[in-house]
């Protein structure tokens, strides 16, 4: 494990110097070589589905795991635009100077060598992998066991392209010990390792803060909501609701609660049932939603679980003030929506939830680094320091100060 780091720690001191031009050019051949190795990258797929389906993997995960054509070509796509996108390093942040006559800048510079824990999704590898190259940093992969062959794969794909143009492979690799002790022993090298970013479930998340001597940006649960003001336009709400819950919901931005106004409850609510009940979502709701449609009652439990299956919670709340409370009380820091046609609803709403992404009238499916225009994203961040919510290049970055003098020395 030490020299594996040795030789990344000695990867990210070269990677910090490629100019732009280059890096753009190492993530085109990238992106090409991805297609190339199209057929390749899903035969190791189907290793990794064969062995979860005899695993009894849940349908979430499945779902996660699934590489095809279309999903190769569009994990190519985000290495392209990721290569168009602004270089996010030796950016002048600011500039002055000061009464010395010193002229001070702050400049961006990458953080280093960056470890990335996640689970399931094996094109979150290359996303990363992307993400990391382009703001120069060197990045270690930890993927999960289950896609550990297409993991494997791709990451095999970019270290040709990198060692056709003369870079180390350990720009980008995957951890050398694959078990949890390995991880465990990751978590321990500071001396080489300068971020660590998880992203996936509770387990995981607990398990990386306990165990980090690194600094952690988290990666949490999404457990997500939409409150239907009694300002709602009735469309607009059902819509949007379908969409946050049902399109995709194995994903960390999908809805897990939907909270309604008690004044619109009776009418709105069972439009929903016939909604949900044609994209065949198992409802859970509160005593009083159990009274005006048929759902089995919702606990405690149930308001704290990131289902990432095609189940929801309905609960009827009194006004905006206590689904605010709610939020609160139960919300991961992900993503909340208001629907409203009411300007001060909207904006006491956007203002009072303490989330990483609040949305006015649209899905929260929209938390995305793609959808966000950052190419992709190495994960949502649900801290609060350093990174919040989708985490592009920008964040992959810090910052030190250039201080240009003439001679001057402190009185």
């Given at each position: ?53 005899k695993?009894?993997?849940?349908s ?7 590489l ?45 060598v ?8 094996p ?11 382009k ?12 896609a550990?062959?297409?993991?494997v ?48 479930g ?37 819509k ?18 939907l ?5 619109i409850a ?17 409802l ?7 009274k ?31 689904a ?12 909340e ?5 009411n300007?001060t609803?909207?904006?006491y709403f ?18 995305d680094?793609?959808?966000?225009e ?24 810090s ?13």
């Amino acid at each position: 494990m030490e020299q594996f780091l040795k030789k990344a720690k000695k990867a990210s001191k070269i990677i910090s110097q490629l100019s732009s031009k280059i890096k753009n050019q190492i993530l085109e051949e990238m992106a090409k070589a991805l297609i190339d190795n199209c057929d390749y990258i899903i035969k190791n797929n189907n290793k990794d589905l064969e062995k979860a389906r005899k695993n009894n993997l849940n349908s979430a995960l499945l779902d996660r795991l699934v590489l095809t054509g279309d999903k190769v070509q569009e994990m190519s796509n985000a290495l392209l635009a990721i290569s168009k996108l602004k270089d996010p390093t030796n950016r002048v942040l600011d500039g002055w100077v000061n009464q010395d006559g010193l002229n001070i800048q702050k400049v961006s510079v990458p953080l280093g060598v960056i470890g990335v824990i996640y689970e399931s999704r094996p094109d979150v590898t290359s996303d990363c992998a992307a993400l990391c190259f382009k703001s120069g940093n060197v990045v270690i992969l930890k993927g999960g066991k289950e896609a550990q062959n297409s993991s494997v794969a791709i990451v095999e794909i970019l270290q040709e392209v990198l060692i056709k143009n003369n870079l180390a492979k350990e720009c980008i690799s995957l951890i050398p010990e694959y078990t949890q002790e390995g991880v465990r022993k990751l978590l321990k090298q500071d001396k080489y390792i300068d971020l660590i970013i998880p992203r996936g479930g509770a387990g995981l998340i607990e398990f990386v803060s306990k165990n980090s001597s690194i600094p952690v940006v988290k990666h949490d649960k999404g457990l997500c909501h939409i409150f239907i003001d009694k300002y709602a336009d009735f469309n607009k709400a059902r819509k949007i609701a379908i969409n946050a819950k049902c399109q995709r919901p194995s994903v960390c931005n999908a809805m897990e609660t939907l909270l309604i106004h008690q004044d619109i409850a009776e009418e709105i609510l069972p439009l929903f049932y016939e909604d949900f009940t044609q994209e065949k979502t198992k409802l859970l709701g509160c005593e009083k939603t159990a009274k005006i449609i048929k759902v089995k009652l919702a606990n405690e439990e149930n308001f704290q679980t990131e289902y990432l299956t095609n189940t929801l919670n309905i609960k009827i709340v009194k006004d905006l003030d206590e689904a605010l409370l709610h939020i609160a009380r139960f919300s991961s820091g992900h993503s909340e929506a208001i629907i409203s046609e009411n300007y001060t609803q909207i904006e006491y709403f956007l203002a009072q939830v303490d989330s990483a992404c609040v949305y006015a009238n649209a899905s929260t499916r929209f938390t995305d680094g793609s959808c966000f225009e950052l190419g992709a994203e190495v994960g949502i961040s649900t801290n609060k320091l350093h990174a919040r919510g989708p985490m592009g290049l920008n964040e992959l970055t810090s910052y030190k100060f250039k201080i240009y003098g003439k001679g001057q020395i402190r009185a």
